[in-house]
Nanobody, 125 residues
């Protein structure tokens, strides 16, 4: 059983930065893709970023490209999301998740089976 715990959220102003962390317990990631999703109030959960088992291959939604960076440290069982130049539209609860199947890099919610409890990010204008 894998347990994921996110941290690092908070209230910031537009243009600020935050780094989210996702600590995993139990059999971690390798060779599973790890990802970040977010869900704004009243909206559906959406894909933000994913990192392959070794972190070399990454994927981002268009609206965060160039501003967010996903990384992972498999020795620490931790995944990170560095968020720069934050915008009010980035306000959401951010979740980390582990892919259901190894060796793939999906972006659909249904392709992930382990989820954290989420951490709130609020960006004021």
């Amino acid at each position: 059983q894998v347990q994921l715990v996110e941290s690092g959220g908070g209230l910031v102003q537009a243009g600020d930065s935050l780094r989210l962390s996702c600590a995993a317990s139990g059999p971690f990631s390798s060779p599973y893709t790890m990802a970040w999703f977010r869900q704004a109030s009243g909206k559906e959960r959406e894909f933000v970023a994913a990192a392959s088992r070794n972190g070399i291959t990454t994927n981002y939604r268009d609206s965060v490209k160039g501003r967010f960076t996903i990384s992972r440290d498999n020795t620490k069982n931790t995944v990170y999301l560095q968020m720069n130049s934050l915008k009010p539209e980035d306000t959401a609860v951010y979740y980390c998740a582990r892919a259901k199947k190894p060796w793939v890099m999906p972006s659909r919610i249904d392709d992930y089976d382990y989820w954290g409890q989420g951490t709130q990010v609020t960006v004021s204008s």
